[in-house]
């Protein structure tokens, strides 16, 4: 089953389409918003894929935000026809957009649109529960976006539930440490996934990334009879681990605590022959970090990096998973100050880090940001799921208009 918070992806190709983004929004407010704010968020919806069927690759996305307060709906086109926006004004009043976004924006709680002139446009809206907040905290470390999308054909094509995932903490200052975060990533590998089930087992060293989601080492092969290598339920329970870590415990040892935890749980159906070895192919980062560092440890074929303005610096992986190699996995420490972000994102994307640079992402809203991000990013077709973390211990959030 597709999570609340993914994102339902609609290729706005006709009426049809239309519909079907209304009735996604009607699902998606149901139990979250009043009746007043759901039908808000129907006439939102309605102008956004009206405004995107009209355009090359016009595409809507909705989901429920992590927090709760609301539904949000993004969307993004490739109309080379796309020109540089107006600039804002000096009092920091949003520059004049088309009628049609204007009235999203006057039907939205939070609104944000970036263009990249001769590629597209991409736009954030979201509609909020009454009180309800999306601003980061003033004490927050770090301001979290993601989006998260399924492969064309969803649960047939993948041929087993929906498993990537992602999750973002933070805690307060503890003893004589300062604030920190934790922020896990899943990159989950279904059965189907794995490809032919010939040989039954793989154990050589040197084996691509194209070969599952380790790298550079053993991998398993799963037989036609075996079962999902990664649940919605191990996903559930490594986050519970996360969240449960101590704060500031280095990344390496929360893969580790995960580790431990997952063998002595028989009910999430593991193996017992072979320890963890029916998700080694799934692929895990976590990222520990404060508001001057992160500490990254990344299993498979996450990728990642700490964006500055005009520098990129890789957090790397190593070969092993959840399932291979029970020695301590190797670790990446790097400074980042406030203003500087993370990206991190699943298989199927390239050159995130350096298109982050390359259409300014660095004042844009992380949720806008990881989806111009998926937008130009997207090599295959496959789930995927683009986080982005912005450091902003100076109290100043990206976009917060």
Known sequence: MFPDYGHRRIAVASPDDIATARRIAAERADGVLPVDEAARLDRLVTMVADHALGRPDGTILIARMRNGAGVECLAYDRDP???ALPPSLPDGVLPTLDAVLESVRGEADRFHVHATPGI???LLARVLRPGAGDAP???ALAQAGAVTVERSGGEAARG???IDHWFVSCAPARGGDGPCGIALMVDGDTAADAGPAEPPVRTDAGSGAEDGKGQDGP?????????????????RQMEAVVAATVPGLPAPVVVNAIRRDL???PELGLSHDRTLTRIGRSAVAVLRFDAGAVDYTALGTLAGAVVRRQEITALGARWAMIGFNPLAPASVHLRWAPGEHVVLYTGGCARLPALFIHRDLHGVEPTLAALVLLRDGAVSDDDHTVL???????GVPANAV
């Open 81 to 83: 026809a796309t020109a």
């Open 120 to 122: 597209g446009l991409a």
């Open 137 to 139: 905290p003033a004490d």
């Open 160 to 162: 087993g539930p929906f």
């Open 219 to 235: 991998t398993q092969t799963p037989t036609a009879q075996s079962p999902t290598m990664m649940t919605p339920a191990v996903v």
């Open 263 to 265: 063998k002595g749980r």
């Open 388 to 394: 982005v973390l912005r450091n902003c211990a100076d």
